[in-house]
């Protein structure tokens, strides 16, 4: 059957009068068949039901149109229909309700119903329901959307419910729901979206509730929430988000709650906790996360702050729970986790900022863990866990009931970028003889006066004993050609070097250096000696201070010397050199204080010999192509450290043997270079030459 439109269009008045017993929209006396299209454009007033249609049916009420009903708006009572809503429903029953299924129900205008039990949109199961535009419920159990199972909902537009247990969204299982728009609601137990077994709900928008008992979002067995929006509670045991039995969470957003035993995120049963947002509770025995259940998960690398009487930035309550923290937990009053039930583990990342002590109400089975990078003081509360793991690169004593540990894998980036350094000014020394004079431009044109700009950014990947790490270095180097072959050169560095994506290490190096260079036996030669003096800071995560957090950093000197010998032409005596360079670091001790314990470190070396193969290729009139291979062989030599009285032997990491390509450019009087190496650290350095 083709379908029909039919439109009530006056500006009167008129009347639909709906039949109990009939499936059909009677409007004046007249039937509209199934499979039609029936359009609202002008106000409609019923002291009855409003519109309704069986089966297969379109009801749409244009943005001049308006419904106002003693009974239903719009009532749909077969399977399919498509309810469309552009103006206005005002209903004292529900505003829109389909009784069967695979219904689509989509409000673009407003919706409002005025009595208890009465929801905005209701229908069974299979249901699609998108509201971009207002729905308002006021009266007890007066919900906003209500739908049973397997059913999806996208709401971008507002949901606002005013009564006990009027909630925002309620819907069965199975459901998905979407929320960018705004659901806010007033009264106990009026959650803003509640969600039943293996439902999903994905909120970017704004939830909020304002009443005891009313939760943000609740999903219950096997439900997920995952939130990149906005979620406030106002009201005692009003949780932000509750999943119940093995249900899971994923939080990037910000969760607020207010209220006694208001928890920012609530689990049972083996639930999942996966937080890189902000968590935020206030209120007596307010945690920001709650574990009720066994073998519940839990992993934390955003923020998790409390105030109040007993209020835990971490509760777990149940055995079998594991807790990962690279990120902030905070409880003034209170701990910040609290751990009560047996088998727990909990393990803190580089990163991990702790205020208030660690509880382990069962620590005769409890593990604690730290990760690479992570120098900590470590209070508890309740007795020691009974294992305690470090991690590689990682030293800890322990006294009473706190555990101290010490990272030292700066000392691996310190190796790496005081080698690096003696190539920068190996690569920026002219080679005085023949073919190798490329190297610097061949821009010398008789003048013996030089000067040389560099500068490199460093990447370096972690390994098993040190940090990931990334720096940057530059320099300024003067020189002038002598008499018989022999030359003399000056300059100043700077060096800056990280932890990469972390702040476990923070140092800076200024160097000053000088030396001579030349020709020798056929190839060229240079020698430079070197003092460098290095400032460098740490961060300690140390839940004994009241920030969470203490900065400790020390000063040291070293001493450096970097000759070179070049030979030019040694592959059948074309654009080509081999380069044999030296670079030996010696290091003065130097102390950390922290305030659970100093580190002590003894003075130390490092020594790395390169060999490198370089071709040349011309390009257009001076510049050439640039590329080849290093062969290097690093010797770290070992580090005596001392933390709280207890020695160590420490491994600067930078050992061995490794393997490095690179390729450049010289162009005119500048040079750039990119080089790539076996253990995946990356370089770019750069330079200019002026010769007066």
Same mark, same amino acid.
């Given at each position: 059957?083709?379908?029909? $439109?039919?439109?009530?269009?006056?500006?009167?008045?008129?009347?639909?009068?709906?039949?109990?017993?009939?499936?059909?929209?009677?409007?004046?006396?007249?039937?509209?068949?199934?499979?039609?299209?029936?359009?609202?454009?002008?106000?409609?007033?019923?002291?009855?039901?409003?519109?309704?249609?069986?089966?297969?049916?379109?009801?749409?009420?244009?943005?001049?149109?308006?419904?106002?009903?003693?009974?239903?708006?719009?009532?749909?009572?077969?399977?399919?229909?498509?309810?469309?809503?552009?103006?206005?429903?005002?209903?004292?029953?529900?505003?829109?309700?389909? !009784?069967?299924?695979?219904?689509?129900?989509?409000?673009?205008?407003?919706?409002?119903?005025?009595?208890?039990?009465?929801?905005?949109?209701?229908?069974?199961?299979?249901?699609?329901?998108?509201?971009?535009?207002?729905?308002?419920?006021?009266?007890?159990?007066?919900?906003?959307?209500?739908?049973?199972?397997?059913?999806?909902?996208?709401?971008?537009?507002?949901?606002?419910?005013?009564?006990?247990?009027?909630?925002?969204?309620?819907?069965?299982?199975?459901?998905?729901?979407?929320?960018?728009?705004?659901?806010?609601?007033?009264?106990?137990?009026?959650?803003?979206?509640?969600?039943?077994?293996?439902?999903?709900?994905?909120?970017?928008?704004?939830?909020?509730?304002?009443?005891?008992?009313?939760?943000?979002?609740?999903?219950?067995?096997?439900?997920?929430?995952?939130?990149?929006?906005?979620?406030?509670?106002?009201?005692?045991?009003?949780?932000?988000?509750?999943?119940?039995?093995?249900?899971?969470?994923?939080?990037?957003?910000?969760?607020?709650?207010?209220?006694?035993?208001?928890?920012?995120?609530?689990?049972?049963?083996?639930?999942?906790?996966?937080?890189?947002?902000?968590?935020?509770?206030?209120?007596?025995?307010?945690?920001?996360?709650?574990?009720?259940?066994?073998?519940?998960?839990?992993?934390?690398?955003?923020?998790?702050?409390?105030?109040?009487?007993?209020?835990?930035?971490?509760?777990?309550?149940?055995?079998?729970?594991?807790?990962?923290?690279?990120?902030? %937990?905070?409880?003034?009053?209170?701990?910040?986790?609290?751990?009560?039930?047996?088998?727990?583990?909990?393990?803190?990342?580089?990163?991990?900022?702790?205020?208030?002590?660690?509880?382990?109400?069962?620590?005769?089975?409890?593990?604690?863990?730290?990760?690479?990078?992570?120098?900590?003081?470590?209070?508890?509360?309740?007795?020691?866990?009974?294992?305690?793991?470090?991690?590689?690169?990682?030293?800890?004593?322990?006294?009473?009931?706190?555990?101290?540990?010490?990272?030292?894998?700066?000392?691996?980036?310190?190796?790496?970028?005081?080698?690096?350094?003696?190539?920068?000014?190996?690569?920026?020394?002219?080679?005085?003889?023949?073919?190798?004079?490329?190297?610097?431009?061949?821009?010398?044109?008789?003048?013996?006066?030089?000067?040389?700009?560099?500068?490199?950014?460093?990447?370096?990947?972690?390994?098993?004993?040190?940090?990931?790490?990334?720096?940057?270095?530059?320099?300024?180097?003067?020189?002038?050609?002598?008499?018989?072959?022999?030359?003399?050169?000056?300059?100043?560095?700077?060096?800056?070097?990280?932890?990469?994506?972390?702040?476990?290490?923070?140092?800076?190096?200024? $160097?000053?250096?000088?030396? %001579?260079?030349?020709?020798?036996?056929?190839?060229?030669?240079?020698?430079?000696?070197?003092?460098?003096?290095?400032? !460098?800071?740490?961060?300690?995560?140390?839940?004994?201070?009241?920030?969470?957090?203490?900065?400790?950093?020390?000063?040291?000197?070293?001493?450096?010397?970097?000759?070179?010998?070049?030979?030019?032409?040694?592959?059948?005596?074309?654009?080509?050199?081999?380069?044999?360079?030296?670079?030996?670091?010696?290091?003065?001790?130097?102390?950390?204080?922290?305030?659970?314990?100093?580190?002590?470190?003894?003075?130390?070396?490092?020594?790395?010999?390169?060999?490198?193969?370089?071709?040349?290729?011309?390009?257009?009139?001076?510049?050439?192509?640039?590329?080849?291979?290093?062969?290097?062989?690093?010797?770290?030599?070992?580090?005596?450290?001392?933390?709280?009285?207890?020695?160590?032997?420490?491994?600067?990491?930078?050992?061995?043997?490794?393997?490095?390509?690179?390729?450049?450019?010289?162009?005119?009087?500048?040079?750039?270079?990119?080089?790539?190496?076996?253990?995946?650290?990356?370089?770019?350095?750069?330079?200019?030459?002026? $010769?007066?």
């Amino acid at each position: 059957m083709n379908s029909q $439109s039919k439109r009530v269009r006056s500006n009167a008045k008129r009347t639909i009068s709906l039949l109990a017993s009939s499936t059909a929209i009677m409007i004046s006396g007249a039937q509209v068949a199934q499979s039609e299209i029936f359009i609202i454009d002008t106000d409609v007033v019923t002291t009855n039901g409003g519109a309704t249609v069986d089966g297969g049916d379109t009801i749409r009420v244009t943005s001049s149109g308006s419904i106002v009903a003693a009974g239903r708006g719009l009532y749909a009572t077969g399977n399919a229909n498509t309810l469309i809503n552009n103006g206005s429903i005002t209903s004292s029953d529900d505003g829109i309700r389909a !009784t069967s299924d695979e219904n689509i129900i989509i409000n673009n205008g407003s919706i409002t119903t005025t009595t208890s039990s009465d929801e905005g949109i209701t229908a069974d199961d299979r249901n699609t329901v998108r509201n971009t535009g207002e729905i308002r419920t006021s009266g007890s159990s007066a919900e906003g959307i209500f739908l049973d199972n397997e059913n999806t909902i996208d709401n971008s537009g507002l949901i606002k419910t005013s009564g006990s247990s009027a909630e925002g969204i309620d819907v069965d299982n199975f459901n998905t729901i979407t929320n960018s728009g705004r659901v806010i609601t007033t009264g106990s137990v009026s959650e803003g979206i509640n969600a039943q077994d293996n439902s999903s709900v994905v909120n970017t928008g704004f939830v909020r509730t304002n009443g005891s008992s009313a939760d943000g979002i609740e999903v219950d067995d096997l439900g997920t929430v995952d939130n990149s929006g906005i979620v406030k509670t106002f009201g005692d045991s009003a949780d932000g988000i509750n999943a119940d039995d093995f249900g899971s969470v994923i939080n990037s957003g910000s969760i607020t709650t207010a209220g006694t035993f208001s928890d920012g995120i609530e689990t049972d049963i083996e639930g999942q906790v996966t937080n890189s947002g902000s968590v935020r509770t206030t209120g007596t025995g307010a945690s920001a996360i709650r574990a009720r259940g066994i073998d519940s998960v839990i992993v934390n690398s955003g923020i998790l702050a409390t105030e109040g009487d007993g209020a835990r930035g971490i509760w777990s309550t149940a055995s079998g729970v594991s807790i990962t923290n690279s990120g902030t %937990i905070s409880s003034d009053q209170e701990l910040s986790i609290l751990m009560q039930g047996a088998n727990a583990e909990l393990t803190l990342l580089e990163g991990s900022v702790l205020i208030g002590d660690v509880g382990f109400w069962a620590g005769d089975t409890a593990t604690l863990n730290f990760g690479p990078g992570l120098s900590a003081v470590v209070k508890t509360d309740g007795g020691l866990p009974a294992t305690i793991n470090i991690a590689s690169g990682i030293y800890s004593v322990v006294g009473g009931d706190t555990i101290v540990t010490a990272d030292v894998s700066e000392y691996t980036a310190r190796d790496v970028m005081a080698s690096d350094f003696g190539r920068l000014i190996a690569d920026a020394i002219p080679a005085p003889s023949g073919d190798a004079q490329v190297a610097r431009g061949s821009l010398a044109l008789g003048k013996p006066t030089w000067a040389k700009v560099f500068g490199a950014s460093h990447s370096g990947s972690g390994g098993t004993d040190y940090m990931a790490f990334r720096g940057y270095s530059s320099g300024v180097i003067v020189g002038r050609d002598g008499d018989g072959g022999m030359g003399y050169f000056g300059g100043v560095g700077l060096q800056h070097y990280v932890s990469r994506d972390s702040s476990a290490f923070d140092t800076k190096a200024q $160097s000053l250096f000088a030396g %001579i260079y030349g020709t020798l036996g056929g190839g060229d030669y240079s020698l430079a000696l070197g003092v460098m003096k290095s400032d !460098t800071t740490r961060q300690v995560a140390n839940n004994t201070v009241a920030s969470g957090l203490e900065e400790v950093s020390a000063d040291y000197t070293s001493i450096f010397i970097a000759p070179t010998y070049t030979l030019d032409g040694v592959i059948g005596g074309g654009n080509n050199s081999l380069r044999l360079r030296y670079m030996g670091v010696w290091h003065d001790a130097h102390n950390f204080g922290f305030s659970g314990a100093d580190l002590d470190v003894d003075a130390s070396s490092s020594h790395t010999v390169e060999a490198r193969l370089e071709f040349r290729s011309p390009l257009d009139g001076s510049d050439y192509l640039r590329y080849g291979v290093d062969a290097v062989y690093q010797d770290g030599q070992q580090i005596d450290v001392n933390l709280g009285g207890s020695p160590f032997a420490v491994s600067s990491g930078a050992d061995g043997w490794s393997g490095r390509l690179f390729a450049g450019i010289e162009a005119g009087a500048g040079r750039l270079e990119l080089s790539y190496d076996t253990e995946e650290r990356f370089a770019a350095s750069a330079g200019w030459s002026l $010769s007066f």
